[in-house]
Each structure stands twice: as C-alpha cells, then as structure tokens.
C-alpha cells in the first residue's frame, strides 16, 4: 500500500499506524470502553487500521470516552486511570512517535520520566550518587498532577514544537474525550490528561519542560534535580554551618 495519499486532509504515513499498532499490541492492555481487546481487533486487522489511518488523514477522526478505573493506592485513597480502546491508543501512539522527537531534544538531562532509555532507577541512581555530593535533599510529588493539567497551556506548548496541525487537532480532542464511570455515566473534562493514555507522558513532559524544569533553572540555578513525571528531588549544598 502507498504510504501516503495526496488527495487527504493530513499526510500520515500508513506505515506509522502500522508501527503504532505493534507498539500497542506489545505493551498489550485492557479493553476500553468498547469491549475490544486488542485479539479482536486483530480479526479484522487490515480493515481496523485502513479505517483509523483514513480517518485521522481526513481529520474525521473523534476519540470515544476512556474508560475509568480506579486503583487503590498502597497508603490509602485510589488514583484515577484512563483506559482508551485499542484503536485509539494506537491513534494516540501515531502522535506520540511524531510528537516525541520534536520535544525529547529540550527536555531537562534530570527529567527521567517515560523517556528513551530512561527509568525511575535511571533517577534513583542519579540521586543516590549526587547525595554524596550534597547536604539537602527534599523528596516532593505534584498532586493530582495529571488531574489537574490547563488544556490551555499544553496545547500552547505542542504548537510551540510542531506546526503539523492534525497533531494539534488530536491531542485537543484527547484531552477533552470524556471519562465513562463504571456505572456508564460520562464525565466531562475541561482539564487534565488521563493517567494510562499513550499521549499523556509525552504531554506531561512537555508541560513540565516548561511549568517546573525551567522554572527551577532560571530561579534557583545552583539546586540539582532529579525527576520523574511529578515525582522529584531537589538537592544543595549546606545552608547553615553545623
């Protein structure tokens, strides 16, 4: 099949979706809120994948609601997961392969969350080492940071990075899908980007890119940092004399 076609509304390579679907399929995953596992819409595989790509080419293409599960947490309360159908983490990963190596150049050499060849340990080595180094750590997290992310100002940063607009188009739609609670009922969203999307790490760290790394840089050059998503740990020198 040829790549591309000249006649739709966006150039997206019917390559990518290919790839994207195998990236699915490897880090495998629930059903969303069709029901469909990713063995099911491989019975119809060819005709699964031409429909999504034709549709994202045309501009046409409208992500359905996320399907909400909740996941106790060890210290008590629950945290909040999204769970797209298996066409639209597909959908989402075709952004996130395009997305990602535009923004991964500017991001923070600490910032350690859901990057190539990168891992939670990556940080916790880098901190273990540079605490040798230094007096002061401080552990801190973002509450609700996924929760609570400005539509607004994501979006103003993907523009920043890409002027491909079916990008823009997309993640907008993403991150105003609405969450279906277990009982059927939609939520609607006017901020945040569902922990479990296959877009959302990528948004993240692009909003972080901005919202803390450089903050952090410009105001307090001389404290070190490692991060992961909104997990961090700022470290200096000693500031009092013992």
């Given at each position: 099949?040829?790549?591309?076609?000249?006649?739709?509304?966006?150039?997206?390579?019917?390559?990518?979706?290919?790839?994207?679907?195998?990236?699915?399929?490897?880090?495998?995953?629930?059903?969303?809120?069709?029901?469909?596992?990713?063995?099911?819409?491989?019975?119809?595989?060819?005709?699964?994948?031409?429909?999504?790509?034709?549709?994202?080419?045309?501009?046409?293409?409208?992500?359905?609601?996320?399907?909400?599960?909740?996941?106790?947490?060890?210290?008590?309360?629950?945290?909040?997961?999204?769970?797209?159908?298996?066409?639209?983490?597909?959908a989402q990963t075709v952004v996130a392969m395009v997305l990602e190596p535009l923004v991964e150049p500017v991001f923070h050499p600490d910032s350690y969350g859901y990057r190539p060849r990168r891992s939670a340990l990556d940080a916790v080595e880098a901190c273990r080492e540079r605490c040798w180094s230094t007096d002061w750590v401080i552990d801190l997290d973002i509450q609700g940071f996924f929760d609570?992310?400005?539509?607004?100002?994501?979006?103003?940063?993907?523009?920043?990075?890409?002027?491909?607009?079916?990008?823009?188009?997309?993640?907008?739609?993403?991150?105003?899908?609405?969450?279906?609670?277990?009982?059927?009922?939609?939520?609607?969203?006017?901020?945040?980007?569902?922990?479990?999307?296959?877009?959302?790490?990528?948004?993240?760290?692009?909003?972080?890119?901005?919202?803390?790394?450089?903050?952090?840089?410009?105001?307090?050059?001389?404290?070190?940092?490692?991060?992961?998503?909104?997990?961090?740990?700022?470290?200096?020198?000693?500031?009092?004399?013992?």
């Open positions: 099949m040829n790549q591309t076609s000249g006649s739709k509304s966006y150039q997206i390579s019917k390559h990518l979706v290919f790839e994207a679907y195998l990236r699915v399929k490897a880090n495998k995953g629930a059903a969303g809120v069709d029901g469909v596992s990713i063995e099911q819409f491989e019975v119809d595989l060819r005709g699964n994948l031409y429909k999504l790509w034709n549709r994202m080419s045309w501009g046409c293409y409208f992500p359905p609601p996320v399907r909400m599960v909740e996941i106790d947490k060890p210290g008590g309360g629950s945290r909040i997961l999204g769970v797209p159908t298996v066409a639209d983490r597909i609570n992310l400005d539509h607004d100002l994501v979006l103003k940063a993907v523009r920043y990075h890409t002027d491909q607009r079916w990008i823009w188009l997309y993640v907008e739609r993403w991150l105003k899908a609405p969450i279906q609670r277990p009982d059927g009922s939609l939520l609607a969203r006017d901020r945040g980007s569902p922990q479990g999307s296959a877009v959302s790490p990528v948004l993240s760290n692009v909003f972080m890119r901005y919202a803390l790394d450089a903050w952090m840089a410009r105001e307090y050059p001389g404290i070190g940092f490692e991060r992961y998503c909104d997990d961090g740990a700022p470290r200096t020198q000693r500031e009092v004399s013992m």
